[in-house]
């Protein structure tokens, strides 16, 4: 049986352990029976034949930046089945100058004025969610600027913080989308190494994962 493949770029903001959380995902994909590639450039990107043929690419890459060849390459893969999966800023805030990027995500980092929550599961039926119980965080707490279209599975609370958040609102924490005939999750958990080691962060990824994939 044909193994699937799955890319990891790691790289970026160091405070967020681009390759200790890069580890942590390898491992996961691992354990499923994927072949894991993992580079720490987007210098992978160029090669369009390879990148068409992937089943699914880990975005971990904070504050990163892309070439228009790169991302066009990125994006025709996840167009034509590609799926994509990743955490916190390593996704959420990979190209923070790439608007094309970011409407394929589904949302892109704002801020994070706040660090206490919960994490509310809306979804117990979907395969990524099911069964997983509601659990309370201390850590980045993203505030994110969303697509509205985009299909929440878990939310947290977010209070009035001046002047960011003018008034409480309910944030998107996980989320899935299509971008053509790809799968995109996203979960805005996942600051340091030791938060994703936690047991629900870790089956929202090995699930999400799953679910991303081709």
């Known amino acids: 049986m044909t193994k699937k493949k799955a890319l990891i770029v790691s790289g970026g903001l160091e405070p967020h352990q681009p390759q200790e959380v890069g580890a ?26 390879k990148i068409d043929q992937l089943d699914l690419i880990i975005p971990n890459y904070t504050d990163g930046t892309i070439t228009k060849n790169q991302l066009d390459n990125f994006l025709h893969a996840v167009s034509n089945g590609t799926g ?41 039926n979907h395969f990524i969610t099911k069964n997983l119980p509601d659990f309370t965080l201390t850590t980045e707490h993203y505030f994110m600027l969303i697509d ?28 899935i989308k299509n971008y053509g005939k790809g799968r995109v999750f996203y979960n805005a958990i996942g600051h340091t190494a030791d938060i994703v080691k936690l047991p629900e962060v870790l089956t929202l990824m090995q699930r999400g994962m799953l679910w991303a994939a081709r």
Not at 31 to 42: A, N
Request: with cysteine.
């Open 24 to 49: 942590l995902l390898t491992g996961l994909l691992l354990s499923e029976g994927f072949e894991v590639e993992q580079h720490t450039s987007w210098d992978v990107m160029d090669d369009k034949e």
């Open 84 to 124: 994509v999966a990743g955490l916190h800023g390593g996704m959420g805030y990979a190209f923070p100058c790439e608007q094309r990027y970011q409407l394929m995500v589904g949302g892109v980092f704002a801020a994070h004025p706040n660090y206490h929550f919960t994490v509310r599961i809306m979804d117990r």
């Open 148 to 175: 509205p279209s985009i299909c929440v599975l878990a939310t947290s609370y977010y209070k009035c913080i001046s002047p960011e958040v003018w008034r409480p609102v309910m944030m998107p924490v996980v989320w």
